[in-house]
C-alpha cells in the first residue's frame, strides 16, 4: 500500500477523477434542487434531464475506451474535463427545458472523454495490486462527489444559477494541474497511434452467462446508486422538510464516506476476493438505506455514513473484473463498466422520476423500491466467477511497456 501512495501517476489520475466527478457529482442539486425551482420542473423533467446527463456521459464512453486504447493521449483525460466545465457552466443560463437538456447531454460528454482513459491508466499505474490501486483511483471521484453537492449549495444558494459558471471555473483552474501531472503518465505507444490488426478479445475464463451476469449486476447498482444519489436530496426536502443546505450536506456525508469505502473495499477485495466483497456490501445496503428513507428525519445523519461506506465497497471489485474480462483492451473495458453500465442509471433515474410524481407511487414509495435493489443485486453476485489475484492475466505487451513509462 505504501508504494501505491508514493505512485505520482496513479495520483494524477486521481486527481483528474476528482475534478470531473466533482462537477458531475454537484449535477443532483444544481438540477434537483436549484434549476427545478428556477423553470419549475417536475420531478419527471429532473428525472429525463439529469437522465439524459447520465446518458451521454455513460454510453459513448465505450467509443472513447476504444479511442484511448488505439492512441492513448492526455487530452482524452483534460479535454473532457474542460468540455465538462464549459457546458456545466453554460447550463445555469438556459431559459427553457429544452436548452437545460442540451447543455446538459453535451457536458456528460466530457465525463465521458476522461473515464475510461482514466481507469485504464489508474490499472497499469498500480503495478500488481490492481484493485488496490483503481480503489484510489474510484476515491478521487467519491471525494470529487463528495464535494460537489455543498460546494454547489453553497455557491448556488448566494449567486443564483449564474453560480454555475462559478462552480464550472473549479474544473478551468485544475485542469492546467492534471495537464502537467499526466504529462508523466502517458499510456499510449510512443510514435503515434497502434496501426497493427487490432481487435477487441475477451477473457476465455468468462462463459457468456457470466458476461451477462456481471453486465446485469453492474447496471443494477448503477440504477440503483444514480437514482438515490440524484432523489434522495430531493427526498429530505420535499419528505422529511430538510432546508437544501441540510440535504446536500447529508449527500456530501454519504459520498464522502463512499469513498472510505471504496478504498476499504479495494484493498479487501484483493486479499479475500472480489465476489465476496461484492455480495457483503450489497447484503448490508438494503436495510440501511430502508431505515434511512423510513425515518426520514435528523437520524438520516447517522445512518448516511453507513449506506455510503458498503455502497462504495462494492465498486472497486466490478471495475477490476470488467477490466479482467477485456485483459487486453482496458480501456474498452473501462468504458464498458464506467460508461455503458451506467447508462442503465440514466435509465434508472427516467424512471424514478416517472415513478416519484404524485399520480404515481410518490417519491417515499419510489426510493423504498431502490432500497431493495442491491438486495437483488447480492443474489446474482454469487454467481461470477470468483478470480484470484494471481489468476488475472498479464497485461499485453504495449501495457507493459506503458507501464515500465509510467514508473
Not at 508514493?6 to 489520475?13: A, D, I, Q, R
Not at 474542460?82 to 437538456?101: D, H, K, R, Y
Amino acid at each position: 500500500m505504501g508504494s501505491l501512495l508514493k505512485n505520482v501517476p496513479l495520483w494524477s489520475f486521481t486527481l483528474g477523477h476528482f475534478s470531473v466527478d466533482m462537477l458531475a457529482g454537484s449535477m443532483p442539486i444544481v438540477v434537483g434542487l436549484y434549476l427545478r425551482e428556477a423553470l419549475g420542473l417536475s420531478l419527471s423533467q429532473v428525472g429525463l434531464l439529469l437522465g439524459a446527463y447520465v446518458m451521454a456521459s455513460s454510453l459513448t464512453q465505450p467509443l472513447f475506451g476504444y479511442l484511448s486504447d488505439l492512441y492513448g493521449g492526455r487530452w482524452f483525460a483534460v479535454g473532457g474535463l474542460l468540455w465538462l466545465a464549459i457546458f456545466q457552466s453554460a447550463l445555469g443560463f438556459m431559459p427553457t427545458f429544452g436548452l437545460a437538456m442540451g447543455a446538459a447531454t453535451l457536458a456528460g460528454l466530457g465525463v465521458a472523454a476522461f473515464h475510461p482513459q482514466g481507469a485504464s491508466g489508474a490499472n497499469l499505474a498500480a503495478g500488481e495490486n490492481k484493485t488496490a490501486g483503481i480503489a484510489m483511483f474510484m476515491l478521487g471521484g467519491n471525494g470529487g462527489f463528495a464535494v460537489g453537492p455543498i460546494l454547489a449549495a453553497l455557491i448556488l444558494s448566494r449567486f443564483g444559477m449564474r453560480g454555475t459558471a462559478l462552480l464550472g471555473s473549479c474544473g478551468f483552474l485544475l485542469a492546467p494541474f492534471l495537464y502537467a501531472l499526466i504529462g508523466r503518465a502517458q499510456l499510449g505507444r510512443p510514435g503515434g497511434p497502434k496501426r497493427a490488426n487490432w481487435k477487441i478479445e475477451l477473457d476465455p475464463r468468462f462463459s457468456l452467462t457470466a458476461i451477462v451476469l456481471l453486465i446485469l449486476v453492474m447496471s443494477l447498482r448503477a440504477m440503483s446508486q444514480a437514482s438515490i444519489s440524484s432523489f434522495a436530496p430531493q427526498f429530505f426536502v420535499d419528505i422529511a422538510h430538510f432546508s437544501k443546505t441540510e440535504a446536500s450536506l447529508l449527500s456530501s456525508i454519504m459520498l464522502t464516506v463512499l469513498a472510505a469505502g471504496t478504498l476499504s473495499g479495494g484493498m479487501l477485495a484483493d486479499r479475500i476476493g472480489g465476489v465476496k466483497v461484492m455480495a457483503g456490501a450489497m447484503l448490508c445496503t438494503t436495510p440501511l438505506l430502508g431505515l434511512m428513507f423510513f425515518l426520514a428525519d435528523w437520524r438520516a445523519f447517522w445512518l448516511a455514513p453507513f449506506v455510503g461506506f458498503f455502497t462504495g465497497a462494492a465498486w472497486p471489485p466490478m471495475l477490476v473484473m470488467a477490466q479482467t474480462l477485456f485483459s487486453k483492451n482496458m480501456g474498452v473495458g473501462s468504458g464498458v463498466a464506467l460508461g455503458f453500465v451506467f447508462a442503465m442509471g440514466g435509465l434508472g433515474l427516467q424512471l424514478t422520476g416517472w415513478l416519484a410524481e404524485p399520480e404515481r407511487l410518490g417519491l417515499t414509495y419510489a426510493m423504498f423500491i431502490l432500497s431493495l435493489l442491491p438486495l437483488l443485486t447480492a443474489g446474482l453476485v454469487i454467481f461470477l466467477p470468483s478470480l484470484k489475484k494471481e489468476d488475472r492475466p498479464e497485461p499485453p505487451p504495449e501495457a507493459v511497456s506503458a507501464a515500465e513509462r509510467v514508473g
